[in-house]
């Protein structure tokens, strides 16, 4: 069973805006990441943070994870047209190799 | 090309039928994953190997699928009497030992 929920399940934004994506999780973890999909497409690695770090940026990309509530959210500053895509947060756990996939945040952006 | 390659992009089955894919991981990668996708979830994990080891398989794994992964290298995965639950998007990804996942296009399997 999928592991983790995303909030809001779809979002709608305009160009130059900033979109949060927000994911709750429920057993303890070695690391949280985030992956994008484009529609039809396989999944590429956005940014990963370790279960030690409270917040990690990449480029336009602001990743926070809170381990006492669970939860992580992603922020994309300055969105572009280009960022529309699945948005699906993901789990290590301590005592497991595989992923536990969250069900997703779908972004629009209009240009 | 130094990604993750799976084949088929795409397959049409007709139910009952048996159908296999592969999946080619980076070189250096020693862990290889099966996911299962379908339209509007997040992918579920099905099963993973760590070399030619398979260390982990999901319950959603009937007795119908199977995978390999003979010396280590590229995976397969076989899904017998196919059924028509059984359409979705599987995913193969490749990891070394730190963290971080490739992850191929995919295969999207649609049993009529």
């Known amino acids: 069973s999928q592991q983790g929920e995303e909030d809001p399940q779809a979002l709608s934004i305009q160009e130059g805006e900033n979109a949060t994506m927000n994911c709750s999780y429920k057993t303890s973890i070695n690391n949280l990441q985030w992956y994008r999909q484009n529609s039809g497409r396989g999944l590429v690695h956005l940014i990963l943070i370790r279960s030690n770090e409270r917040e990690k940026h990449s480029g336009r990309l602001r990743v926070t994870l809170d381990t006492s509530k669970k939860s992580s959210s992603l922020l994309i500053t300055a969105s572009r047209a280009a960022d529309t895509a699945s948005y699906f947060c993901a789990t290590e756990g301590t005592n497991t190799d595989k992923l536990i996939f969250g069900t997703g945040t779908r972004l629009q952006v209009f240009p | 090309d130094t990604g993750v390659s799976q084949d088929p992009r795409h397959k049409i089955t007709k139910r009952g039928q048996n159908v296999t894919f592969r999946c080619d991981p980076i070189?250096?990668?020693?862990?290889l994953y099966w996911y299962r996708q379908t339209l509007g979830q997040g992918p579920e994990f099905l099963t993973y190997f760590q070399n030619e080891a398979q260390l982990e398989k999901s319950r959603l794994l009937s007795d119908r699928f199977s995978a390999e992964r003979p010396k280590g290298s590229f995976s397969t995965l076989e899904i017998q009497r196919t059924e028509q639950g059984d359409s979705a998007m599987y995913l193969c990804?490749?990891?070394?030992?730190?963290?971080?996942?490739?992850f191929g296009s995919g295969t999207r399997l649609t049993v009529v």
């Open positions: 990804a490749s990891s070394p030992e730190i963290p971080g996942y490739t």
């Open positions: 070189s250096e990668h020693n862990r």
